[in-house]
């Protein structure tokens, strides 16, 4: 008998212990529900500049001793070197040396953020003789540049032109899409720096 009453204390006190840390009394079948929230997924912002050399095929150092990364990111087009021209208007003539042309895109992911996106032009195509002979469109993130002519900006050929935009990227990458109006869009570099 003595067994028997302490099994049943041992019974009651186990139920009440399995009540309290349930929130619940024997009597309650609710179920108990626990929510647990999560916290967004947390991205690392971009620390360094994201430089891209478009149309070689291996890594180049500028003046300064950057790294430029080889072309990538574009979609369609093609790419082309011309190693021995003079271009004026920058320290660093590498960059304007090789070009993608006729793409449509360009993307790469980065972290949502704050960014300075410095595009890089020159006019070095021996078939493009004036001003409003290559005519293109291009749109960074949403900032659209129509009529953009090389020759024009840069104020002839062979002259570096850089086109500096500020983009906020919201949505992990960033975009840019080319729109050929007169000859094929052209670019010979692409800088991208967190910005504040």
């Known amino acids: 008998m003595q067994q028997t009453k302490q099994l049943i204390i041992s019974l009651v006190v186990a139920s ?12 309650d079948h ?10 967004p ?27 430029w990364l080889p ?13 021995d021209l003079e271009i004026a208007n920058t320290k660093d003539p590498v960059l304007y040396r090789a070009e993608h042309y006729s793409m449509s895109s360009f ?3 980065l972290p949502n953020g704050k960014y300075v996106v ?17 005519v293109f469109s291009f749109n960074v993130e949403g ?9 024009v900006k840069a104020g002839g050929p062979r002259r570096a032109y850089v086109e500096t935009v500020n983009v906020d ?10 729109t050929s109006q007169i000859e094929n869009p052209e670019i010979n570099a692409i800088e991208i720096i967190p910005g504040s």
């Open 169 to 178: 990227i919201a949505d992990g990458k960033l975009d840019i899409t080319f």
């Open 30 to 39: 609710t179920p108990t529900v626990t929510t647990v929230a999560l916290a």
């Open 16 to 27: 009440v212990l399995i009540s309290c840390k349930t929130g619940r009394n024997e009597h």
């Open 118 to 134: 410095k595009l890089h032009f020159a006019e070095t195509y021996d078939g493009v003789e004036g001003p409003g002979q290559r």
């Open 71 to 83: 072309d990538q990111g574009f979609k369609g087009g093609d790419v082309v070197e011309r190693p």
């Open 143 to 151: 900032r659209e540049f129509k009529d953009f002519d090389v020759w």
């Open 107 to 109: 993307s790469h992911p």
């Open 41 to 67: 997924p947390v991205t690392a912002p971009l620390k360094s500049i994201i430089r891209i050399k478009a149309g070689v095929s291996a890594p180049c150092t500028d003046s300064s001793g950057n790294t």
